[in-house]
C-alpha cells in the first residue's frame, strides 16, 4: 500500500519522501482565482492559506521536486508521483473556465501525475483540454458500492477512486471484491468528517463560524406523534449522556484540538489499525489528511503509517498483523483514546486482546421496548 | 408549473390518502399551483429508510387511483443496500407504476437503474445536484470574508453547469432536483439555455425544507446504544428518527435583525467551535428569539423557508425557465 500524504510546497518533498512518503498531493488556490472569485468560493476543499499552492510556477517548483528532476532541488532522488486537488462539489460555468485554464498551463509547464476531481462535468471538460491527463474520483463524488466505483472508473474513466470515509472493512472488502481491477484509495490518519463529504453543502469551515459540523447548538428534542419536547427526567437524562458523547465524538473528529500524544503523534481520527486488513485486500493507496498541517505533523502521521505497514509486510498473516496492531496503539500512546474507539476510521479492526475495549455501556441505558 | 406532494413513508401516505385536501391546508402557498399530478415517495437521505416494496406498490396504486404519475425517491447506499433498493424498482416496474421515474442520489443506483430498467426515467436527486446550503450564509457579511463579498457561486448549483448536464444526458437522465437555500438562488442556477431550452433540463424544486447535511453517521441512531456501536454506521436502525425530530438553536444572531452576528472580543472573532455546547432542555419562544433554528431528523440537517424567504423561492421558481414543478413537502422529508 503507498503512502499519500499532503505537501504544502518544495521544501517539504525531501523530508516527506525519505521518511516514507509514496506519493504526494496538494492543493491550488490560484491568485488569478482569488482576484476573480473571492475568498468564499473555493477551488477545492480548503481555503486560501498553507493548505494551497497560489501560482503555477509553484506548482512547476513542486512538480520538480516530486520528480526529482535534473533541474529540480532533488536531482537524484527518488521520484515520487504529485497529484493536484481541484475538487470542489461544483463549478460555474465561469469557475470552470478559469481553472481549465490554470490547469492547462500546469500540465504544459510540468505535468503533475493526476488531477483529484469531484464535478463530473468539469471531468469531462478537463479530459476534453488535456486529454492525456489522469483524474482521480475524490472521496466528495461518494462511492458508496461497487456500482458507483464502477462508474466513476468505467464510465468517468477515473484511473482512481477514492472511497468515502466512513465505509468500515467489511464493506471495502465487498467493493475490492467486485471491482478488482480499479485503484482503490482509502483514508489513513487525520481529519474526518461528521456528515458524508459530498452530502455536506456547507462552505465547510467559515472565518468566526468555524466548521459547521462542531457548531455548539442548543438542542431541543421533540416526539413527532405529540409534538411535545421529551419531558421526562430519565429520557432527559438519556438524551442529554447522547448530546455530550456525541459533542465528545466530534471534538475526536477534529484531532481534538490538534493535540498529540505523548510519542508527538497527532491524535485526531486514525485507522492504523485497520492497514493489515486494508494490505490484505490490495488497497492500492492510504491517505494522510491535512494539506495545511505542519511539516512536523505531517512527518509524524507518514512515519506511523510506515512504521505500521511496514512492521505488517506483505501478506503477514494474523501474527503479524497483531503485532502491527499492537505497534500501533504503542506508537499512538493513548490507550484510553483507543479504548473509546471515537477517532478510529476503522473501529471494528481493533482487537479486543490489544484495546481495553468497555465491556458494558457508558451512561443511561435505553428502556426496553415493551 | 405542476404541483407535486411527497409521502416519505406508509404512514404520511395514509394520511396523504385520507385528507381531503392532501394536507395542503397544512402549507396554504402551495394552492395557486392548482391540482396535484405528480406524487413523490420515498427517502433520499438514509438507506435504513428504504421502504419495503409493498409500500411502494400502495403509493404506485394510490398514484393511479388519483391519475397522478410517481417518482420514487431513492437514498445514497453501501452494497447491500443497493440491492434492496434495486428490488424496489424492480417492484414497481413490474406493478407498471403509473408514468414512472425514480430520483437517484448515488451513482451506483444511477449505474444500475440504467443498466437494468432502460426505460425507467431517471432524475438527478438533491444530494448529487451540489450547491451551497450552508445555513449560516444569510448571517455572513465581508467581514467574515476578509473584506469580499460574497460570492455569487453560493447562488449556483450543480444543474447550472451546461458540461455537467450534458454528462447527465449521456446517462440518460433527463431532469434534476432542487432545493432553493436559504441565501436564494441566482437567475439561471439550475441551468442558463440562453434561450435554447434543449440545452436545459427541467428541474423540481422542494419546498419549503432543504438539505443542509447528510451521512451514515447518526446521532439519533445512536440513542441507547453501546460506545462500541455507537457514532458509526450502523448496520441495522429501528429508525428512532421516524418519531423524533431535533430542534438546533444557532449560537449566532441573526444578521438581518442588526444584532451582533458573532461573540467579539477586541475586534476578533471567538470561533464558534471553542464554545461549549450550550445544551437545554427548552428554547425560548421563537418570536422573542434572535437566533436562527434548523432541524434535525436522525442523520440529516434541515432548513425551513418561511415568511419573505418563502416568497423569495416561490418567486425564483416561477421566473426560471427550467423550473417546471414545485414539490411540496408538508413534512420533514424523512
Redesign the interface.
Known sequence: MQILTPVAGPEEVEPLVSSGADELYAGIFPDSWYER?????WPNRRGPGPANLRTVDQVVSLQRAAHATEDGPRAGGRSVPLYLAVNA?????E??AHLLDVLAEVHAAAPVDAFIVT???????LRERVPEAAIFASTV????????????AE?LECSRVILSR???LR?IR??RD?VPDVDLEVFLLNDN????E??????HT????????????????????DGA??SGPEE?A???F??????E?IRHL?NRGHGAGPTKMPLGPCGLCGIPELMDLGIHSGKIVGREASLFRKLRSVQAVRYVRDSYGEGGGREAATEAKRRAIELRGDPAGCA???SCYY?PARQRDLVP??T???GP???RRR | MILCVHAPDRRRLELLRDADDLRLGETPWAQEFGEVKRLYFGVG?CQHLLSPAEDAIAAAELAAERGWGLTYITS?????F?TKTMDVVAALVAAQAPDLEVVV????????VRGEHPTVRLVLGR?LN????????PD?GP????G???????G???L????????LRR?GVKRGEADV?LQGLTAGATGDTGGAPAEGMATAVHLPYG???????C?VS???????T????PLACDAPC???????????SRRDEGAE??PVSEGA?I?????????????PEPKDDA?PRFLQKGNTHFYELDGDRLDAALAWAKAEPTVDRVVVEVDLPM
Open positions: 472569485f473571492g475568498r468564499g468560493a462539489p461544483f463549478y460555474t460555468d469557475q470552470a464535478d463530473p462535468g468539469f471531468m469531462a471538460l463524488t461518494v462511492a458508496l458500492n461497487s456500482e458507483a466505483v464502477r462508474f466513476l464510465d466512513h465505509l468500515d464493506e465487498t467493493i467486485t468528517c461528521y456528515f458524508e459530498g452530502f455536506c453543502s456547507t462552505t467559515m472565518p468566526g463560524f468555524g466548521v459547521y459540523c462542531m457548531t455548539p447548538w442548543e438542542i431541543e428534542v421533540r416526539r413527532d406523534h419536547p421529551i432527559r438519556r438524551w442529554d447522547l448530546i455530550d458523547e456525541h459533542r465524538f477534529g473509546a474507539g471515537y473501529r475495549l468497555p458494558r455501556p457508558r441505558r435505553r428502556p | 437521505f445514497y447506499v453501501t452494497d447491500a443497493l442520489d448515488d451513482w451506483g443506483v444511477l449505474r444500475r444530494g451540489r450547491m451551497v446550503r450552508d445555513p449560516r450564509v455572513v467581514e467574515h470574508l476578509g469580499d463579498e460574497v460570492p455569487t457561486s453560493w449556483g448549483s450543480s447550472g453547469s451546461a458540461a455537467f448536464r450534458a454528462l446517462f437555500p438539505m443542509v447535511a447528510s451521512g451514515r453517521i446521532m445512536a440513542y441507547g446504544k453501546p460506545p462500541s455507537r457514532f458509526v454506521p421516524r418519531d423524533t425530530t431535533l430542534t438546533l438553536r444557532a449560537p449566532w452576528a458573532l472573532f470561533p464558534l467551535t471553542k464554545l461549549l455546547n450550550r445544551r437545554r432542555n427548552a428554547l437566533a
